[in-house]
């Protein structure tokens, strides 16, 4: 596509909102143009709409851009994020236009994707299209529900909107439908969506892919719809904005029709405006054809920039106005200012794991969902914050709170979440109201299926949220239901991903252990994986290292005598623990020394120093691995002295302990192996 009309709006916004608009625009252009790298199309278009969005009803204090109560905005449509930089630069962050002029190089605080807790007023990384707008639900959600446990008659301290500027792209992924149904069932008034809607994608017009009547979706999903035609049209698009405040009963979107590369008299209209420079000839016309200077770069007319900066005199008055009043309620309400405090700073309370409990050999056999489920219950009863569910699958995940309630339409006060059979939008729902701050988010899944979760995962751990992910059904074992819901790969995978923690408890007792790890984790995900099936119950009596190794990542569970070097080392993960432990006692008998180590958490385990992996895993020393999931990666944490009896296939359809049978999860099998792999140590020295 080459030319095409150029379609310069009819409606011009007054001459103060037009030249703070075109600040908006040309910041963008240049920042993309000097980089020669970014997107400047969707800033052209949707400058307008944000533009009247930050100036007339956005509440946020750039001295302060982390305040409780601001309104959350979100550009869901990451690449626009030009915009956003410019945005945050002239209303007063902390964003120097010497960052904008290093868009997208190396330890830029502008980098090519927005990234939380790079910039300061980035509320959270976006990028990969639709999980900004799910992450908006999130904390839509968060502050309802904070909103319903702390305001008092009078006293209202939780009151915020959640704003996201979302795309054709963000709408076009499945997981705003997932979100927007969840946020239509739920009834998140407070929600609002400005949809640019340009009607052109990367590949060109949305008529190649995208042709049903989007609204007519979101309608469907019971969310308040507008259209507004011109973005250009301030006044239009604030009544809109402003009738999205007043609905109170239903989430909101307005589709407001947008060009990408408004103004650009080549590019506009066209795909060829998205995602590259204009190029300096085109960025020359383009600002004439809009009555801009061409130089110089940056341009900032005094009068936007004093125009733009009243939003610090207009966000301290805002902000000043929520401390008084939080004082008030202070006054009357001590105990709860001081709680509200606490969770927004994520602190947790005093001896919040004083009570946690203790299983015993009599317990046993327990599966490790139920054992969770148990330390959930506890857990709740100290942690008012704990607000999570499932994917529908709680009597599964062992995930429900007893007593804490449904979080249900209009009835907000419950903790117990229903995410329906939505996996995606569950993930990044979990991430919004971690990023909100103020809880503790919990999601229940069968482990095979984290796979339907793992983009929001991914940001999770890039951006440290506290989320915590309840994943059953942890191998073979799990059984009739075959191949499809086995997972092998998915320990492997999610291990992968940097700084997310993963661990595999052995029994009851890791098991609370591997919550206690979870929830005082304050920075980065952690995903407890869980059985189905009932194991044996490590005492605490006969097993007393438990608490201080399950922290360390792996530890000796048991040891041989005293002085005497192991023939082998057993490694063990999870439900394997305990075959682990049979085969040792079995190998006892013909004198072969055993020592066995319990690796709930590789990724924990690996990050300790090399004296300690050396005292668990003696240099020289054969190690054999057994863990129902693939055997890549073991190397990795172990060393290259290692045999694995893992699973490089998929599982099959039968009763658990046949699968693991067949599959040589047995002691009779670790047991051969381990007198196989011992004669050829001997043959060899
Ligand atoms: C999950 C995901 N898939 C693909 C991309 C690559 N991508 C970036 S923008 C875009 C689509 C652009 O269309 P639109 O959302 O309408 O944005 P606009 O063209 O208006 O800037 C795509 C496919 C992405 N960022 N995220």
């Not at 956005?58 to 550009?75: E, G, Y």
């Not at 042709?211 to 698009?237: I, K, L």
């Not at 045999?643 to 099998?669: C, K, L, Q, R, W």
């Amino acid at each position: 596509m080459t030319t095409s009309t150029v379609l310069l709006t009819p409606i011009a916004p007054p001459a103060l909102d037009e030249l703070c608009i075109n600040t908006l625009r040309f910041l963008a252009v240049d920042i993309v143009q000097k980089a020669n790298s970014g997107h400047p199309g969707l800033p052209l278009g949707s400058a307008a709409m944000a533009y009247t969005l930050w100036d007339r009803l956005l509440k946020f204090n750039p001295r302060d851009p982390l305040w409780p109560d601001r309104d959350r905005f979100l550009l869901s449509a990451g690449h626009g994020c030009a915009l956003l930089y410019a945005l945050l630069h002239v209303t007063g962050f902390d964003l120097p236009l010497e960052e904008l002029e290093r868009f997208r190089q190396w330890g830029s605080r502008t980098p090519g994707h927005p990234e939380y807790e790079k910039t300061a007023g980035v509320e959270a990384t976006t990028g990969p299209l639709g999980q900004g707008f799910a992450d908006a639900v999130g904390m839509a959600i968060a502050e309802v529900s904070l909103a319903t446990r702390f305001n008092r008659p009078g006293h209202i301290i939780v009151d915020h909107y959640t704003y996201v500027l979302a795309s054709d792209g963000d709408l076009e992924e499945g997981i705003s439908s997932e979100a927007g149904s969840v946020a239509g069932h739920l009834r998140l008034g407070k929600l609002i969506v400005l949809y640019a809607n340009n009607h052109i994608t990367i590949e060109g017009s949305t008529e190649l892919a995208f042709t049903e009547y989007r609204m007519a979706r979101f309608a469907a999903f019971g969310w308040h719809v507008q259209h507004v035609e011109q973005s250009n049209d301030v006044d239009a698009v604030e009544s809109a904005l402003r009738a999205a405040q007043q609905e109170m009963g239903r989430p909101s979107i307005i589709a407001v029709r947008t060009h990408i590369g408004f103004g650009s008299p080549h590019k506009q209209d066209t795909a060829a405006a998205h995602g590259e420079p204009l190029g300096v000839e085109e960025v020359r016309l383009t600002k004439e054809g809009l009555g801009w200077p061409v130089a110089p770069l940056f341009h900032i007319p005094d009068e936007a920039l004093e125009h733009f900066r009243e939003a610090i005199s207009r966000g301290g008055a805002a902000q000043k106005d929520w401390k008084l009043r939080f004082q008030a309620y202070g006054d009357e309400y001590p105990d709860q200012a001081a709680e509200f405090k606490r969770v927004i700073a994520s602190e947790l309370p005093k001896d919040w794991d004083a009570s946690l409990p203790v299983f015993t050999s009599a317990n046993g056999p327990m599966a490790t969902r139920i054992a969770s489920g148990k330390t959930i219950e506890v857990l709740a009863s100290h942690l008012p914050e704990l607000m999570g569910g499932s994917a529908d699958l709680a009597p599964s995940t062992h995930t429900n709170m007893e007593g804490a309630g449904n979080f249900e339409p209009e009835n907000w006060a419950g903790h117990n979440m229903h995410f329906g059979i939505r996996e995606h939008a569950m993930g990044a729902i979990l991430n919004g109201m971690a990023l909100h701050r103020g809880l503790i988010p919990y999601g229940g899944n069968f482990l095979v299926f984290s796979d339907y979760m793992r983009p929001p995962m991914r940001l999770a751990a890039m951006n440290h949220l506290p989320v915590i992910y309840v994943f059953t059904h942890d191998g073979l074992a799990m059984g009739e239901d075959g191949p499809t819901h086995q997972p092998v790969e998915q320990l492997l995978g999610l291990r992968s991903i940097p700084g997310m923690v993963v661990l595999r408890p052995a029994d009851a007792n890791e098991t609370v252990a591997a919550w206690r790890i979870a929830i005082g984790r304050k920075k980065g995900p952690v995903a407890l994986v869980l059985t189905r099936q009932g194991l044996p119950v490590l005492d605490l009596a006969r097993y007393p290292g438990i608490p201080v190794g399950v922290p360390l990542g792996g530890y000796v569970l048991v040891d041989c005598d005293a002085g005497i070097q192991p023939d082998i080392i057993l490694i063990a993960t999870g439900s394997e623990v305990h075959l682990a432990l049979e085969s040792r006692d079995r190998l006892a008998t013909e004198n072969i020394q055993v020592r066995v180590v319990s690796v709930p958490s590789t990724n924990i385990f690996s990050a300790q120093s090399d004296e300690y992996r050396d005292k668990v895993l003696t240099p020289g020393v054969r190690l054999l691995v057994i863990e129902a999931g693939v055997s890549l990666g073991w190397r990795s944490y172990v060393g290259s002295q290692i045999a694995v009896i893992a699973v490089d296939t998929f599982g099959a359809s039968a009763p658990g302990p046949v699968v693991m049978e067949h599959y040589g999860f047995t002691v009779d099998n670790i047991c051969s192996r381990v007198r196989h792999l011992l004669l050829e140590t001997q043959r060899k020295s």
